[in-house]
């Protein structure tokens, strides 16, 4: 698509999704891979004021079907390959990108004039984030969030002739900040891949004389897995900013990844929940190897103990981000949730942590209960529902356990029911039992048994007392 060409098809989409009966502040959902029409499904709806939900194009139809009754959708833009029986109510209005006849989204453009439109209003981003506890839930936020040119003296700083490369799932709210919207608010050509190909990256890459792009570690270990005479085939010199974050990046990764590119790589450690995040770049980085960057307490940037009180240098608390002024979060539709994650004016993560002399900031551990696998958040206690369903356990613990690829892989305990006994067999059937009802990035890859699961006197599972023992003997717990 040309800018032009973008332009005229989401005001086509616009006066469809109008046409539809939607209004400003109603709900949109969207189902699809990395492509052109993502990027048009976004900036219609940010231009006729609704709120907007991507779903992960890798969660089960069950679990599609309860991020679209929650966040109240009232139509779906669906690719057809996603499409499945029993995914939405029959209240809600599929849109089909490949579809033919009424539904197919071509169909409905095509039916639409593609001239400007005069509306007054701006939409809103609602992603669902995995926390610590429970099912997904929707960061909302009342306000529109204006995206500004990120030009020169700004965080990308984009120069004429920039190409950013959009590698990771455009669903996710990092790759959907750096790599589209960014870009789109300056004017950047953006290059998606449909999904990961180690090869394929290094070939736009040269292709395109790619210059900002946003990765994940897992992506750093494919790409450095790479055979050597093949990664010198590859003219990359064009890279200038390849932002990364969502997990913890070894230091040997990272230090094999400036070797080889230079030193374009920049950290950052913040939140979907917004705040001001930290971040490094590599000189700092390769001075100081491990930090995610300087904190800075003007930002709001501290380290707590139990108590709320602010920790001394080198010693080990909770780290806490400041909470905007206005446009702050809230959990949609859990005003529960939302008055327990804000506390004051600061909120957390639940990564745990300290900093040296010189204020910068090293991540230690991680007292919540989410895991990261491959830079995706994933709630242990969902999980832990499926297999409880099923009648050999008595008893679950999901947990993260180090994985050197994807950073932490997901790990069942199980307590077998009376009558079960521990075997290899039972294992698969477990997992083959959590195949059936979770997306696969969720499901557990190795199952332990145990006798029992330690619980505290009011019966609520300790679930850091499980994870620690795949952990003992590390430096870092995360």
């Not at 029986?85 to 809600?92: Q, W």
């Not at 750096?178 to 736009?204: H, Q, T, Y």
């Not at 332990?448 to 505290?456: I, S």
Request: charged letters at 20%; aromatic letters at 8%; proline letters at 6%.
């Amino acid at each position: 698509r040309t800018h032009a060409q973008l332009h005229a098809h989401v005001n086509q989409l616009s006066r469809t999704l109008l046409s539809l009966g939607l209004r400003p502040g109603d709900a949109l959902a969207l189902l699809c891979r990395n492509r052109a029409e993502f990027v048009e499904v976004f900036l219609a709806a940010m231009r006729c004021g609704l709120r907007l939900t991507p779903l992960n194009t890798h969660l089960t139809p069950e679990e599609a079907r309860y991020i679209l009754e929650d966040c109240g959708a009232r139509v779906l833009v669906v690719e057809r390959s996603l499409d499945a029986p029993g995914l939405t109510s029959a209240s809600v209005i599929r849109l089909v990108i490949d579809g033919q006849g009424e539904v197919g989204y071509k169909t409905a453009l095509a039916a639409h004039a593609a001239e400007d439109l005069t509306l007054e209003v701006a939409g809103t981003l609602m992603l669902y984030t995995s926390g610590t506890t429970g099912r997904p839930k929707g960061v909302f936020r009342r306000e529109p969030e204006i995206m500004e040119p990120q030009f020169g003296g700004s965080f990308a700083d984009y120069r004429p002739g920039d190409v950013a490369l959009c590698c990771g799932p455009a669903y996710h709210s990092a790759p959907l900040l750096f790599d589209i919207r960014w870009p789109l608010a300056s004017g950047v050509p953006i290059v998606m891949m449909e999904k990961w190909d180690s090869k394929e990256v290094l070939s736009l890459i040269q292709q395109y004389r790619v210059t900002h792009a946003h990765m994940v570690p897992t992506m750093f270990q494919r790409l450095l897995a790479l055979a050597p005479e093949l990664r010198a085939q590859h003219d990359l010199s064009s890279l200038r900013f390849v932002v990364h974050g969502a997990a913890p990046c070894a230091v040997s990764t990272k230090r094999a990844m400036i070797e080889w590119l230079g030193p374009v790589l920049t950290e950052y450690y913040a939140a979907t929940e917004g705040g001001h995040g930290i971040h490094v770049d590599s000189a700092q980085w390769l001075l100081k190897p491990g930090t995610v960057g300087r904190m800075d307490p003007a930002l709001g940037h501290r380290i707590l103990d139990g108590e709320g009180q602010d920790v001394p240098v080198g010693t080990v608390g909770c780290v806490y981000f400041q909470a905007p002024p206005t446009g702050r979060f809230e959990y949609f539709g859990d005003p529960a949730k939302t008055a327990a994650a804000d506390d004051g004016d600061r909120f957390t993560l639940g990564d745990m942590g300290y900093v040296d002399g010189d204020g910068f900031l090293f991540l230690t551990g991680r007292a919540a209960e989410c895991i990261i696998s491959g830079g995706v958040n994933i709630y242990p206690r969902e999980v832990d529902e499926i297999l409880l369903r099923h009648p050999a356990v008595q008893d679950a613990c999901t947990v993260g356990a180090p994985d050197e690829e994807w950073g932490e892989k997901v790990v069942a305990v199980i307590v077998p029911a009376q009558g079960h006994a521990p075997s290899p067999e039972l294992a698969a059937e477990l997992m083959a039992h959590a195949s059936a009802s979770l997306a696969r990035f969720k499901c557990p890859r190795e199952v332990v048994f145990e006798l029992e699961l330690p619980h505290t006197g009011s019966g609520k599972l300790q679930r850091n007392l499980v994870r620690q023992r795949f952990w003992q003997g590390r430096d870092r717990s995360i």
